[in-house]
């Protein structure tokens, strides 16, 4: 069981402790949805998990081995993926480079590997050759879960996937995303867009101010009092 | 053919200069493929051609075993010069690697071993243009062959974004390493073809000017552009005799020249053709 699990986690920036002590388990197969404010400590929770910001505390377990402390490219081979708020594809190279470049560490991935990888993100048609950065948005955020998933992982963190994405673009990244942990791999979805998470997420974790404020299914979490005022604002 | 051995007898020095510096302008080509601008190319010539004159005058190697030792010796020192300057980027690490460069200069200058700045004399004429072009199209073949390489990707990816690049797996340090120690080696080459057809070496030959002249190739070829390199180096290195005539003003236009490409064709000389298909968006 290559399941996630951070526990007590603490991130500190300077006197800011930007997240204190959040405790949380993605398990294979299941999509566990994470929100909360702006500045409530999301992506840097998904950055203290990839490396990318070191732990003042707590750790991070995958399958029984530990991630804390590893650089962010030993814990990506060792099968966490995941995308980024901003898109961060490598833009000038072609959409076929960017996926062998996800599955650089395991093989030389075959165009019918990139192939199927684009037809499972919903890119059928979409021209290998064509330079990442001269894509649409909504094809960009597409062709960088294609490359996180070239890579075969265990774990996929989604940072905001869904942002700047109409809503017909949004059903079919729910879509994308439930056979995506269809095929065994735990999500941990970064969302603001409510009715997706309440749509594809089996729990879900709100944080505030860098603590864990709820956690449960979809409509727990939108019942807590707690949530619908510090967050929510009013019941969705 | 009476008549290209004529042209060779009268310009053979400069048909082994273009050879050497397209060597070199490969070497810091092969730097920038990954982002770095590691300038220490002209300190990597240096060690190996000190290596290789050393070993083979004073301790009367055969040249055969003295070039192999200066070009690894080379290759392990541009290894280890990317570990100090790991967490360098951009024109810091332009400045750090300058500064190796002249720390080298400075090394060679003082040691007896090296000839100091009187310069090592008798240097037997071992290598010749046959040599110099034949390493040039080995280095070149090589380097074409591995254009779609898992390495050559990696490469591209660390200069494109280091932290994504290390996101999906790639150990960005190994990266810098490696390539360094490549760019080592084929400086080294060019160190040792160098040393062994010109036949006396001063530290002033390895200084910042001509770090400087390779910068100049690249730029002008193309700055992730093996085949760029190569053919600024072969322009650059040709233009200042074409213009002889204009004595100590000729190098005004190897300037103007540089000035002219930065302004009207940024991407160089390889600008003009298409290089390896992951490469194109830079073309």
Known sequence: MNALTLDGVVVRFGGVDALGGVSLRVDPGSIVGLIGPNGAGKTTLVNATTGMVPLAGGSVVLGGARLDGLRPFAIARRGVARTYQNIRLFGALSVQDNIRAGAIRRHDTTSQEIRALLERVGLRDLDGAAVASGLAYGDQRRVEIARALAGSPAILMLDEPAAGMNPRETSELAGLVRAIAQDGIGVLLIEHDVGLVRAVCDRVVVLNFGIVLAEGTPDAVARDPAVVEAYLGAAV | ?283
């Open chain 2, 1 to 283: 053919m009476h008549d290209l051995l004529v042209l060779y007898t009268r310009y053979h020095t400069l048909v082994d200069q273009i050879g050497i510096n397209a060597i070199l302008a490969l070497s810091l080509a092969i730097c920038l493929r990954a982002g770095q601008l590691a300038l220490a190319q002209a300190a990597f010539m240096g060690i190996a051609a000190y290596i290789a004159a050393i070993t083979v005058v004073t301790y009367a190697w055969p040249l055969a075993l003295g070039a192999p030792v200066a070009v690894a010796a080379s290759a392990i020192v541009g290894g280890l010069l990317a570990l100090p300057v790991e967490r360098l980027r951009g024109v810091y690490l332009a400045i750090a690697t300058i500064g190796f460069g002249e720390i080298v200069r400075i090394i060679a200058y003082n040691l007896q071993v090296t000839g100091g700045g009187d310069g090592f004399n008798g240097i037997p004429p071992l290598l010749s243009t046959a040599w110099i072009y034949a390493t040039l199209a080995v280095i070149g073949a090589l380097l074409y062959g591995a254009r779609r390489s898992r390495f050559a990707l990696a490469q591209s990816v660390t200069r494109e974004d280091e932290a994504a690049a290390q996101g999906v797996g790639i150990d960005t340090g190994r990266v810098r390493v490696v390539t360094l120690a490549a760019a080592g080696a084929i400086a080294g080459c060019a160190g040792v073809l160098y040393a062994f057809t010109n036949f006396f070496l001063t530290p002033g030959d390895f200084a910042f000017g001509r770090m400087e002249q390779i910068l100049v190739y690249c730029v002008i070829g193309g700055v992730t552009s093996p085949l760029g390199a190569v053919a600024g180096a072969a322009v650059m290195t040709i233009l200042p005799e074409a213009f002889r005539f204009l004595h100590d003003f000729r190098d005004v236009l190897s300037g103007i020249v540089l000035l002219l490409v930065i302004v009207f064709a940024p991407g160089g000389i390889a600008g003009l053709w298409k290089t390896a298909p992951h490469e194109r968006a830079h073309a």
